[in-house]
Nanobody
Framework: QVELVESGGGFVQAGGSLRLSCAAS????????MGWFRQAPGKEREFVAA????????WYADSVKGRFTISRDNAKNTMYLQMNSLKLEDTAVYYC???????????????WGKGTLVTVSS
């Protein structure tokens, strides 16, 4: 069992930055691929970024590539999402997730946090 808790969401002006954190627990979490998804009002949950268990491989959605950076610190049981140059369309609830495989389909991820809201204003 893996438990995930997100933090760091809030209000930010367009062009600004936020850093999200995901605290993980459970003895096997370090072996999982970790990722971030987001869901805007009225839209489906979408893949944002993922990082391998070692932290050496990362994957990004085209919409955030070059602006967001995913990382993990296994010693601190924490994953991060640094979000820069935020746009209005980045407004969403951001979810932390864990999976035993890399996939962009949210249906195939095994564990989920409850989400943290990011609101980007003009």
């Amino acid at each position: 069992q893996v438990e995930l808790v997100e933090s760091g969401g809030g209000f930010v002006q367009a062009g600004g930055s936020l850093r999200l954190s995901c605290a993980a627990s459970g003895r096997t979490w370090r072996t999982y691929v970790m990722g971030w998804f987001r869901q805007a009002p009225g839209k489906e949950r979408e893949f944002v970024a993922a990082v391998s268990w070692s932290g050496t491989s990362t994957w990004y959605a085209d919409s955030v590539k070059g602006r967001f950076t995913i990382s993990r610190d296994n010693a601190k049981n924490t994953m991060y999402l640094q979000m820069n140059s935020l746009k209005l369309e980045d407004t969403a609830v951001y979810y932390c997730a864990a999976s035993d495989k890399i996939t962009t389909s949210p249906r195939l991820w095994d564990y989920w946090g409850k989400g943290t809201l990011v609101t980007v204003s003009s």
